[in-house]
Nanobody
Framework: QVRLVESGGGLVQAGGSLRLSCAAS????????MGWYRQAPGKQRELVAS???????NYADSVKGRFTISRDNGKKMVYLQMNSLKPEDTARYYC?????????WGQGTQVTVSS
């Protein structure tokens, strides 16, 4: 029912910035939170940032102060502004919607940070 499409990934040098976008469509009723996850080769998918229905945000310690999650409810969009990127941030980034009883994912967008 909920479909997510990520965009904005790419190849950047360390210290650069990227802005990821997630376009959502479908029934967004009873959304607990939206967030961004990432998964690097050989590692488990991890939460990068999330924003609750009430607007509270949470970040992984590794990205605090560098990444900012935001959303536009009217446009059904969620964004991840990534600044001061590090090679360790290299991963495929996925948009997530946590709906009561369901969990939706996009196909991801690749972020590669060169040293």
């Amino acid at each position: 029912q909920v479909r997510l499409v990520e965009s904005g990934g790419g190849l950047v040098q360390a210290g650069g910035s990227l802005r990821l976008s997630c376009a959502a469509s479908g029934n967004m009723f009873l959304i607990n939170a939206m967030g961004w996850y990432r998964q690097a080769p050989g590692k488990q998918r991890e939460l990068v940032a999330s924003i609750t229905r009430g607007g509270s945000t949470n970040y992984a310690d590794s990205v605090k102060g560098r990444f900012t999650i935001s959303r536009d409810n009217g446009k059904k969009m969620v964004y991840l502004q990534m600044n001061s990127l590090k090679p360790e941030d290299t991963a495929r980034y996925y948009c997530n919607v946590d709906q009561v009883g369901y969990d939706f994912w996009g196909q991801g967008t690749q972020v590669t940070v060169s040293s």
